[in-house]
Every structure is written in C-alpha cells, then in structure tokens.
C-alpha cells in the first residue's frame, strides 16, 4: 500500500477518508482539517483515499467499493461511504477518531473523547437543531437505537480488533441483516452495520457504555450553509438564517461544499 505519513509516534489522531463522486469531498475534507487544526494544533490528521494537501499523511491505494448508492435530491448516485470498515487497520494512531469530512469542528470537544478510558465511543443520542430536539432513531422496525458513524473513537486493542471484523461481516452479508431489521437492501448505511456488530460485540446487551455522553448535533437536508467561519456556522432555510456556535454534522452536503 503506497503511503506518505510524516506523524506515526503519536498517540492520538484523526482519520478522515476522502473519496470524491459528484460532490467534492476533497474541498469538504480540506475545511474540515482546517477547523480540527485550528481548535486542536497538537493532535494529527491522516487522510485515506484521495490526498488532501493540509493532512499530516495521506493513505492513497484504499479500496473505494463502488457497488453503494444513496438518493442525493431525487436521483440516485454513488455514495462510496464503505472503506471506513479499513479503520483499524489503516490508523497510524494508538486511539483514533474516525471523522466524516462533513463534520465540522468549531470548538475542541472531541478532544474529551481521547481522554476517556472506553475504547469504542459513537454517538447514538442526536440534536435536529432546526428543531431544538434530542432523540435517538430506531433502526428500521427493531428496538435497537441506531448508533451514528459519524464520529467513530476506538483505542486498538482486542475488543475493538473484534469490533471491526463484525462490522466487516455485516457489510459482506447486508441482504441477510436487511430482512432481519427490515432496512433497505439496496443502500448500505455505516450507521446500521455499526449498530449491528456494536450490539454483536456486546452480546445484544445494553451498549450505553459506548455512547458518546453528549447528542450529535446535525443539521437536515433542507437546511443549507450560507458560510462559516472557525467558530461559527452560519445557515438558511425557508423559516430564514441563524447562526450555531457549536461543531456541527452538515448533510446538506452540496451546499457546505458551496460554502467551503
């Protein structure tokens, strides 16, 4: 595998991967390290999949798997969202987090995450800011709350190894999980196949140990970025503009390219 990582003695880092389709990533991807390395300058960013000129390293050869689409607007395209499940293998770092470039940082928050002794942390709890609500979302038509890949922390070691070789097990055998919790077949979601191997890992027990103590906060589709700055983010939609000061998940992700 062809790599250049200046930075592999640390040990804590992000990871970010990068692979374009018809939205840029690689521009999502740029700001987001911008806002990490503004808010916490000490801890290093590796890119895998297409390089980004501001990371500390760039993995190149990463497999994309080409096979996933997902609805963008009323039409469907490719969505490569499934080297994540390469996590593990791929970090330089001791105790990584595992970032969407469309997650972006205006504070230091998630440097808390790399402090705390739990070695597997995902957020299952999210705020709709539009609509100042805190909840969790079920998966499909089971009683497991799903939990977001959004923001994904885990420290190596055997339990996490475990982790990961589950969550590669449910994405080879999506259809089969498909029928049991009744989602869809034809688009794979990081966010169940973590739920699935995260409840597998626990034995279908309680899995709040793992969650992340504060909600994701997220922004819906019909939301779009206007701009932002390092501590603000500034947003429209047909009720009019307000302003967030706290990181925040864009999916509109067409207009915070826009924006980046």
């Given at each position: 595998?062809?790599?250049?990582?200046?930075?592999?003695?640390?040990?804590?880092?992000?990871?970010?991967?990068?692979?374009?389709?018809?939205?840029?990533?690689?521009t999502l991807a740029a700001r987001c390290i911008e806002q990490l390395k503004h808010h916490m300058p000490d801890i290093p960013v590796v890119v895998a999949g297409f390089p980004v000129m501001n990371a500390d390293g760039n993995y190149v050869n990463v497999k994309k798997f080409e096979n996933n689409r997902k609805v963008f607007g009323n039409q469907a395209k490719p969505w490569h969202n499934l080297s994540r499940v390469q996590a593990y293998e791929l970090s330089p770092f001791e105790n990584?987090?595992?970032?969407?470039?469309?997650?972006?940082?205006?504070?230091?928050?998630?440097?808390?995450?790399?402090?705390?002794?739990?070695?597997?942390?995902?957020?299952?709890a999210w705020y709709d800011i539009r609509n100042t609500t805190v909840e969790n979302i079920r998966m499909g038509k089971s009683e497991l709350d799903m939990f977001w890949a959004t923001v994904l922390k885990f420290r190596k070691c055997d339990q996490v190894?475990?982790?990961?070789?589950?969550?590669?097990?449910?994405?080879?055998?999506?259809?089969?999980?498909?029928?049991?919790?009744?989602?869809?077949?034809?688009?794979?979601?990081?966010?169940?196949?973590?739920?699935?191997?995260?409840?597998?890992?626990?034995?279908?027990?309680?899995?709040?140990?793992?969650?992340?103590?504060?909600?994701?906060?997220?922004?819906?589709?019909?939301?779009?970025?206007?701009g932002l700055t390092r501590d603000k983010i500034f947003l429209f939609d047909n009720h009019g503009q307000f302003t967030v000061k706290f990181d925040c998940h864009i999916l509109n992700k067409e207009s915070l390219q826009d924006a980046c």
């Open positions: 595998m062809q790599r250049n990582i200046k930075v592999l003695s640390h040990d804590r880092g992000f990871l970010l991967f990068n692979h374009n389709s018809h939205i840029n990533y690689s990584t987090i595992v970032l969407d470039t469309d997650y972006m940082a205006t504070s230091n928050a998630l440097e808390k995450l790399f402090d705390c002794d739990q070695p597997l942390q995902m957020h299952r190894a475990k982790f990961f070789t589950l969550w590669q097990s449910v994405l080879h055998n999506w259809k089969y999980y498909a029928d049991l919790y009744y989602i869809s077949k034809h688009i794979v979601r990081n966010d169940f196949a973590v739920t699935i191997a995260l409840h597998q890992l626990n034995n279908h027990n309680d899995c709040s140990h793992c969650e992340i103590p504060w909600p994701i906060h997220t922004t819906r589709d019909m939301i779009s970025v206007q």
